[in-house]
């Protein structure tokens, strides 16, 4: 599975995953312009875009999207929250805790519940048919609640190091950072904790340009798991 960055962090996250029969859009908080430009101007490939939840640096081009025939994924809550009529997008079924997988190309897609300042945010486990490789997307969350199996390709947020956060209790800002995103230090124990026997890659994303240090956070995160780390 090829995956690249088009954009990662609070200016934008977007990601194009390739398992060789299709590929998909993780986010599209960018123009359009830079969307289209790290699709090599052919957006007709993609077969869908999955949104984790309404913030702009992750659907800022949504309607673009959708305009230009390109199907896009995400929940009732997000759906709701972006005002968007149901017949534009679609949505997967189920609660929180308990969505329904869905078929997308040679993709079996499972959304999980993530804990963030949004109104029905999620992270998504994505099972290529075509090549047998699974992988984990996880961002905008302070922690999650499942554990996987046989996962081959994570891709996880690192955005603070808690470490090195100074004074957090007396600035908003960076408080909001320990309650909605997750820390490096978060980020090793949730890698620890999940089945990385078949893992061949960690992609660090959605790092704060003032807060993440991404050498560091790779060394590190290379470390503690011994899986070759790249970060966005």
Known sequence: MKIKTIGSGSSGNCYLIDDGQTQLLLECGLPIKKIKAGCDYD??????????????????AVRDL????????????TLQALGLDEWLAFRFNGNPGDYSSEKIGSYQVLPFKVHHDAAEPV?????????GEKLLYV????YIDYRFRGLTHIMVEANFSAETLADPDNDPRRSRLRRAHMSLESCIKLLKANDLSRARGIWLIHLSQTNGEPEVFRRRVEEATGVPVHVA
């Open 43 to 60: 957006l007709s490939r993609i077969a869908a875009c999955l949104v984790t939840h309404e913030h702009q640096d992750h659907c800022y």
């Open 139 to 142: 961002t905008d969350t302070q």
């Open 66 to 77: 959708l305009r230009m025939g390109v199907p896009v994924w995400m929940t009732y809550g």
């Open 123 to 131: 992270g998504y486990l994505i099972h290529s048919g075509a090549t």
